[in-house]
């Protein structure tokens, strides 16, 4: 079972969940996809193999990408089509060496042209350029059960926190049992 997602009152624009295996993960990926608005950045974090490249083919697979989405860590960045009138931009930035790569990959340009983009270690340098993001937090962090993850989602910026409702209802509706919003009243 999935642990109800939670937004505490000392934290409104955090929301944390608990899921026992990949549905649970991808469940928030395409709840996140569900909102997503063109020029948008989500970045991603977790340590090696905490699910980054998996939640991002769960949300591709939502926008309707039907290619495989698979790592791109020795190419910085891939470009995907979806069937929502938007690129989809996945980066991996572990292998990243300077600063000046960021800018090289152009990201702010694709952004304000329209793309989304979803960041794998995207803390090394992407917040510096683009405050304005959603930053998800993935931990494997039930040695007991090896496909539990712990998940926090974080609203920096107006743009996300305007659809924070919006996100936190889509993920309690698709978690079960949880509580973090009320799911009955978007059914
Ligand atoms: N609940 C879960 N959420 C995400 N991945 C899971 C889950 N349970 C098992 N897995 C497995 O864990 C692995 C996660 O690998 P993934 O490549 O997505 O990690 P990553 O965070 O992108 O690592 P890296 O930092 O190397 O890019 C996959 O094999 C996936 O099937
Ligand atoms: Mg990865």
Redesign the pocket.
């Known amino acids: 079972m999935s642990s109800p997602a939670v937004v505490s009152p000392e934290e409104p624009f955090v929301l944390r969940a608990g899921?026992?295996?990949?549905?649970?993960?991808?469940a928030v990926a395409i709840s996140v996809a569900g909102v997503l608005r063109a020029g948008d950045l989500v970045l991603?974090t977790?340590?090696?193999?905490?699910?980054?490249?998996?939640?991002?083919?769960a949300l591709a697979g939502a926008l309707g990408v039907r290619e495989p989405v698979t790592?791109p860590?020795f190419t910085l960045v891939r470009q995907y089509r979806t069937d929502v009138g938007v690129d989809l931009l996945h980066a991996?930035l572990?292998r990243l060496e300077q600063m000046a790569e960021v800018l090289d990959l152009g990201l702010h340009e694709q952004l304000e042209d329209g793309a989304v983009a979803v960041v794998?270690?995207g803390e090394r340098g992407v917040p510096a350029l683009l405050p304005e993001h959603l930053a998800i937090t993935?931990a494997?962090d039930r040695p007991e059960r090896?496909?539990?993850?712990s998940?926090e989602l974080r609203a920096v910026g107006a743009p996300w926190r305007e659809r924070w409702a919006e996100l936190t209802r889509a993920v309690a509706s698709r978690l079960p049992g949880s509580t973090a919003a009320d799911p009955g009243r978007q059914r």
Do not use: C, N
Not at 19 to 26: E, F, H, R
Not at 146 to 149: F, H, K, S, V
């Open positions: 899921v026992s295996d990949l549905a649970g993960t991808a991603l977790g340590e090696l193999g905490a699910g980054k490249t998996a939640f991002t083919r790592s860590t991996d572990y794998e270690w993935l494997a090896e496909t539990a993850r998940i």
